[in-house]
């Protein structure tokens, strides 16, 4: 925490960086994102096993950006979050300078893109054996029973979009839900409309989704949010060898395609 | 009482799978009824929205079908088609979606014939499942 | 407010028969938005089209609907009717109940409710049509020819006389590729040289057709109609403006034992060199990687003796700019060398040769004068064994296909040999025999039944050297797989024919496809097989691949034919079925947030990057952006976008959606 506190200072008082995006005390014992600009305001970053939140979400908010050149806490969620935007056009290389921590909570120096990549090249990218296990969970339900699970949870859900807030792949400035003509995704909380906004949701994260869990986390309700991406990221990958976040170039699974690509359900 | 007739809508390509169920026309091959076409450019266009969509307007089982493999008009669109069914069947099977209720097919131009048979199988099977009305009530699910 | 007008068809009896047609018309009168629905016995006929035209003028309708046959079939036909009464063309659509319902169902109110969702559907769609305007993209009236060989020089000609201006650019120094390298050319055993040394001269003479020789293709910007190529110029050293061509400097160059590339290593040439006596410009070029000057700083004894003081060794390459509209790529093949084969001695035996270094020897001007010589001694071979498929349809070799022409051309060296040497025993080592083309087949037979070639099917599984002899040891399947050994004094491999060096590079340049085996793409294998899916660069000869001289000439033919089409108006015109990206205004200037997965999904490449800027230069947000003359409105782009910033005229997400609500 010291070395954290300490290289955000030397960002702030270099002026390399005019924001820091960190963790800091919330309410209730809380992690949460604090932007520090004065360097003494420094000793309000804090790194413990509350801070979860993916800060990458932040980098692409006009709000933000109006605050100057950034700095970002980078646990590994957050590495590939910039590589993935940065793949996507959304970031360019030298753009937010990055404090990579790593899984044991050391500082890492990542001056640049490559040398995030090869950082987030060399750490495990497999989901931890609890979430595997959850996911299995659901795997093995039949079909029934998983229809019901699911519309069990989304029956809970209240199309507060906070899922799409907390997502940092989640930039358009105009979602299409938001679209009226025609109107894809019915507005109204009622289960249909439900299935279908996270259905699409998930289609629209596949082979983009790094795995930080801020969507279940936002859900006021509790839906897990997380296991339907987690589960497409897992088809991506098996189908077609792609991970999210792993590189600055674009290679996203649904435009590209190899000319032997294998199913076995299309006549 | 009336047998249960599913409704299906198909979602085609126009250089091939249209052009093949004109076919099929030409050489008077009797089909089910239940089909209707729509038809769209390549199966590159044709958005997973859309399937949502047919269910949600009462359709009880989809058919996407398009160019075979390199055969494609706009040379790759089927291979991205291909690729978004292949994750979109993934994960309506994982929210426990029957994906018996929808199929997908590769007939070209040529194939009169199998877009017959596609379709028959296609209603035969839908029919088996009955109506789809458990995607009807969810849209009373959390009204009522 | 849509005022559509829906015409129900009759077909005769074709669509009456099973499907009602006063029902369906009936119907859809009662649909919202229809101001006017009929039916009619053929729609397409005159008093038919009538209907259309009364019906647009007296009711001001703002959209048509035609439910008969398939659009496949008469969409243009109706399109036109609605052009020439005012009515935009892509306000008017087809309702298929013809070939998609009464054809293929029984009579019943079933089929007619069918017929009726039907017509729904395209009423729903046609209600949210924009019009739609053909679009203009400016056409410059040059062509480029990438390759200098038999093909590149049949397409420059081709659309030189069509009016045409061309620019054929040739990597080596002299234009002629293969052919020119070739003794006789099966099935007529026609000279090779004397028939293309007059086309060659042709293209020099031409006043339509600049020629770029040792010169290749740098950078290619734009799209059809509207490219923009850099060609770099290489250096020859000599300014041939001044050069004359008499030779002196050749017979002077101290340097002389250089493998030269024209005779396929059969023969030497100098630092200083023209390819070869027929050479197109006959102006030298020298080889920087073995002039002394280059590599030493000594000799120049060229300069010296150059009667017309030609010689300039700080010349520079020099990078041309030319504006083009269409591109011709024919760049052509090579052969496999022998050091490819392990079991045939990896090059090492020098008389085991490939084709082309066998045509080289059999070749009046070649090395040997024509007379048939072992490298090695240079004495007569006793006995040649020729193999076939040496690295072709062979998987191990990474090389599954059939090269085409060595069938023709081993029978062709057979007989060659046999004519020269007439005591020569000739062997074949075979595993089938394709002889497809005109007169093909005849002349093989001719040379198994006249010249006495023994044929014998089977692989040769390995060739090595004892006491002299090159020691050959094949099989016989057609005599149940006897073991066979010959004897021989030369083995000729028919090598496979492979992608030319530097085809990936150059199609990357281009961007158009290739597959595994670098061979350029063409845009459909059977009814495109002179276009690529790059709009505007068309292919011709062995490129695309492996084919005999006249296909390569057939091919180039095709592709200047379709150059000449393209340059026939002063504009393109191109159906505007494309996709656009969506603008609004300030301060979101356009949904589109600039992630690009469109551009990676084109299959055309025609998205591009546009910057957004405030009026004082400063960069607000980069966007995508179709490029009109590229699209080719196949949709895949609308489908990916998440924020859907970007659809499709003609199948927008609006009318699409208005289609499937209308079940």
Redesign the interface.
């Known amino acids: 925490m010291d070395a954290l506190r300490k290289k955000a200072r030397e960002l702030l008082e270099s002026g390399d960086s005019e924001v820091i995006i960190g963790y800091g005390e919330g309410s209730g014992n809380r992690a949460r994102a604090i932007f520090v600009q004065k360097p003494e305001e420094t000793e309000r970053l804090i790194l413990d096993d509350r801070c979860e939140q993916n800060l990458a979400v932040y980098l692409l908010k006009r709000e933000v950006k109006s605050l100057g050149k950034p700095a970002i806490v980078a646990r590994l969620p957050v590495l590939r979050t910039i590589l993935q935007l940065a793949a996507?056009?959304?970031l360019s290389d030298g753009d937010v300078a990055v404090i990579g921590i790593s899984p044991d909570g050391e500082l890492v120096d990542l001056p640049d893109f490559k040398a995030i990549e090869e950082y987030v090249d060399s750490l495990p990218l497999e989901l931890s054996p609890e979430e595997q296990e959850q996911l299995e969970k659901?795997?093995n339900m039949s079909?029934?029973?998983?229809?019901?699970?699911?519309?069990d949870e989304f029956?809970r859900?209240l199309k507060c979009y906070a899922c799409r807030a907390s997502c940092p792949f989640c930039?358009?400035?105009?979602?299409?839900v938001e679209?009226n003509?025609?109107q894809?995704?019915p507005v109204?909380?009622?289960?249909?409309?439900?299935?279908?906004w996270?259905?699409?949701r998930?289609?629209?994260l596949?082979?983009r989704c790094v795995n930080c869990g801020d969507c279940a986390r936002a859900c006021p309700v509790d839906i897990p949010l997380n296991l339907?991406t987690q589960?497409?990221d897992e088809?991506?990958f098996s189908?077609?060898g792609l991970k999210a976040g792993t590189t600055s170039e674009?290679n996203?699974?649904?435009?590209?395609?190899?000319?032997d690509?294998q199913?076995n359900?299309?006549? | 009482m009336a047998e249960f007739e599913p409704k299906i809508i198909a979602f085609v390509c126009n250089w091939c799978t249209y052009a093949g169920a004109d076919l099929t026309g030409t050489s008077r091959i009797k089909y089910a009824t239940n089909v209707r076409m729509i038809r769209l450019p390549c199966t590159g266009r044709i958005d997973f929205m859309l399937l949502l969509k047919a269910f949600a307007q009462g359709a009880d089982g989809v058919i996407v079908s398009g160019c075979h493999p390199g055969d494609c008009h706009y040379t790759a669109g089927n291979y991205h088609a291909r690729r978004r069914w292949i994750l979109f069947r993934s994960l309506l099977d994982f929210v426990g979606f029957d994906t018996r209720r929808v199929h997908f097919a590769w007939v070209s131009a040529a194939e009169g014939a199998k877009w017959a048979q596609v379709v028959n199988s296609v209603v035969n099977e839908v029919r088996e499942l009955g109506p789809f009305e458990d995607y009807q009530k969810l849209a009373r699910v959390g009204v009522e | 407010m849509s005022r559509i007008g829906v015409f129900i068809c009759h077909c005769g009896e074709n669509i009456a028969a099973t499907v009602d047609p006063v029902k369906v018309a009936e119907t859809m009168s009662r649909v919202p938005g229809v101001v006017h629905a009929v039916d009619y016995k053929y729609m397409c006929s005159d008093p038919g089209q009538n209907l259309i035209i009364e019906a647009i003028k007296e009711k001001g309708l703002t959209g048509v609907v035609v439910a008969a046959c398939s659009p496949r079939m008469h969409e243009p036909t109706f399109r036109k009717v609605c052009a020439e009464s005012g009515l935009n063309p892509f306000l008017c659509e087809m309702a298929n109940i013809r070939e998609h319902c009464s054809w293929v169902h029984e009579k019943s109110d079933i089929t007619t409710d069918k017929a009726i969702d039907l017509v729904r559907v395209i009423v729903e769609k046609v209600k949210r049509n924009a019009p739609l305007y053909d679009i203009k993209v400016p056409v410059t009236k040059t062509a480029l020819v990438i390759g200098g060989g038999i093909a590149g020089i049949q397409a420059s000609l081709d659309i030189a006389n069509a009016g045409h201006k061309v620019i054929l650019v040739e990597r080596d120094p002299s234009i002629g590729g293969h052919m020119i390298q070739l003794s006789e050319t099966f099935p007529t055993l026609d000279c090779s040289q004397c028939i293309m040394t007059p086309r060659m001269v042709e293209v020099a003479q031409h006043p339509n057709i600049t020629l770029y020789t040792y010169s290749e293709v740098e950078e290619l910007d734009g799209f059809i109609g509207n490219f923009k190529v850099k060609i770099r110029k290489k250096a020859r050293s000599v300014d041939e403006n001044l050069c004359t061509g008499c030779g002196v400097c050749m017979q002077k160059c101290p340097r002389k034992k250089i493998p030269s590339e024209y005779e396929a290593g059969m023969g030497m040439r100098t630092a200083i060199y023209i390819p070869f006596a027929q050479a197109v410009p006959n102006k030298p070029v020298i080889d920087k990687d073995n002039c002394l000057y280059y590599l030493k700083g000594k000799c120049k004894i060229c300069e010296k003796n150059c009667p017309a003081e030609a010689i300039r060794f700080d010349q520079e390459d020099e990078i041309i700019e030319a504006d083009v509209g269409a591109i011709v790529c024919a760049t052509g093949f090579d052969v496999l060398g022998t050091d490819s084969f392990p079991e045939y001695g990896y090059g090492k035996y020098k008389d085991v040769i490939t084709g082309l270094q066998f045509e080289r020897l059999a070749s009046a001007s070649g090395p040997t004068l024509g007379e048939i010589r072992r490298p090695s001694d240079g004495k007569e071979p006793e006995t040649i064994v020729f193999i076939a498929c040496a690295g072709s349809r062979d998987p191990a070799k990474g090389i599954e296909y059939c090269s085409k022409i060595c069938c023709m051309y081993t029978a062709k060296h057979a007989m060659l040999y046999k004519h020269k040497i007439h005591h020569g025993k000739a062997y074949v080592c075979y595993m089938d025999i394709r002889a497809g083309g005109k007169m093909y087949e005849e002349f093989v037979r001719r040379a198994i039944e006249e010249d006495g070639v023994n044929y014998i099917r089977g692989r040769v599984s390995r060739v090595y050297e004892q006491d002299g002899k090159l020691i050959v040891k094949g099989v016989d399947t057609l005599l149940g797989s006897q073991p066979v050994e010959i004897e021989a004094d030369m083995v000729v491999l028919a090598t496979a024919a492979v992608a030319n060096t530097g085809a990936e590079d150059l199609a990357k340049k281009l961007r158009v496809s290739y597959d595994a085996y670098n061979f350029l793409a063409e845009a459909h294998p059977k009814l495109r097989p002179v276009e690529t899916n790059t709009a505007g660069i068309f292919l011709a000869g062995a490129c695309q691949a492996p084919k005999d001289i006249p296909e390569a000439v057939a091919q180039a033919s095709g592709a200047a034919s379709k150059v000449s089409a393209l340059f026939s108006g002063d504009e393109l015109s191109r159906e505007p079925v494309i996709a656009v990206v969506n603008r609004c205004p300030p301060p979101v200037f356009s949904t589109c947030e600039g992630c690009f997965i469109c551009e990676q999904a084109c299959p055309y490449q025609a998205i591009e990057r546009e910057e957004i800027k405030t009026r004082d230069g400063k960069l607000i947000k980069v966007v995508a952006k179709v490029n009109e003359g590229i699209c080719q409105g196949c949709g895949t782009c609308v489908a990916v976008c998440r924020a859907k910033a970007i659809d499709l005229q003609g199948f927008s997400n609006e009318q699409v959606y208005a289609e499937v609500m209308a079940l």
């Not at chain 1, 079909?143 to 519309?151: A, K, L």
């Not at chain 1, 930039?171 to 299409?176: A, E, G």
């Not at chain 1, 109204?188 to 279908?196: I, T």
């Open positions: 996507e056009n959304q659901i795997k079909i029934e029973d998983r229809w019901r699970f699911w519309t029956s859900c930039y358009c400035s105009t979602c299409v679209r003509i025609p894809w995704i109204a909380p009622h289960g249909q409309g439900n299935l279908e996270h259905v699409v998930a289609m629209h596949a082979g339907l589960k497409l088809e991506v189908n077609f674009l996203y699974a649904l435009s590209t395609f190899k000319p690509d199913e359900f299309i006549r």
